[in-house]
DNA sequence: CGATAATGTCAACACATGTTGGCCTACACT
DNA sequence: AGTGTAGGCCAACATGTGTTGACATTATCG
């Protein structure tokens, strides 16, 4: 055999991993991605069943956000923020989240999800009031995927032209409001 | 004649926002605009030309900013993110955008064109600095996008449940930082 | 009334897409 | 060498899309 099964699906899944991020998932074909994997089309279904299941696998992402309570209390926000930015730079399935969510509802589930699972969880962590969590995670949320929009998918240039320094600086202490602070930016006790 | 052919081309066009918003670019046939106008989809070729032309006819959109430097200095935050939730609210056109501006770079180019020429020359308003103004309108794009971002498009429920109200007093300080002050928070002299 | 242009409908084309089944090819094992 | 099987390719189907041209209908005006 010239090449092992499992070879291939890795071509196939990295080849749709860069489609699904650059075009959206009605906008990167089956056709595309197998051309850009250098194989027929029909190995895709073959090794995937169908185009929604090869989505599924390439939009399979981890945050892995840091324990945010191991962290100094007044660094959490630069930490969140410098965190995230490497991660999306890692991570093309950041940017596939991202680019399909906005039109296909059953990934804005999927994102609903992670941000209940995984971020809302941690900054409960932080708080002694824990209703206050998932507002305090919804803000935060806004905030970070607001940048990555507007850098990494919309590329206003003076967003893009940061640097991930600068970036920390303006964000760290707009997230710590959001995580530790109460509405007039004052830490709660 | 049944009826005029500007009533007509208003019906293809209010059928095309809410189709548009709703679905994306790709998403949104001609078809189903037609369907929802309750005509034949020659007519919207017949009206507007093509697809693309429906589309850039349909996603025409003012911001209509106040001038910030009409308000005081201390309240700009607050109204930038007051104006902006009315205006989304309103106008079908931002969602628009948001949804297809994602997934089509000609979109996208349209939403840096609406950053430099409609946000980014009344923030310079605000600054003696006129270096910094495109920096200080674009943090303020990625929090005000990406709240529009989790709550009218993801809808992540603690933002999206949230009120107008609760919203300005979170965003509020945060874009007054991003507009007028340093890195520290501190209001510029 | 009759002509004419505007408004609308119908059917079809050309094309791209996801998906399927049959066929070929090359290796491993006896 | 012969054979079975896994990996790979080709051609085709069914469907949905934007788009087009020919035909019908209706209102306006000479």
Redesign the pocket.
Known sequence: ?????????AVILAAARERFAADGF?????????SDA?????????????????FAAAADVDLRFPDLAAIPREEVGRALIGHFLDRWEQDEGMMILLRTGVTNEAVAERMRGIFAGQLAPLVSKLDDDRERAPLRAGLAATQVLGMALCRYVLRLPPVAAMSREEIVDWLGPTLQRYLTGDVDGHDTA
């Open positions: 055999m010239r090449r092992s099964s499992e070879d291939t699906k009605q906008g990167a074909t089956i056709r595309a991605i197998a250098g194989i027929d089309p029909a190995m895709v279904m073959r090794y995937f069943g169908n185009k929604e299941k090869l």
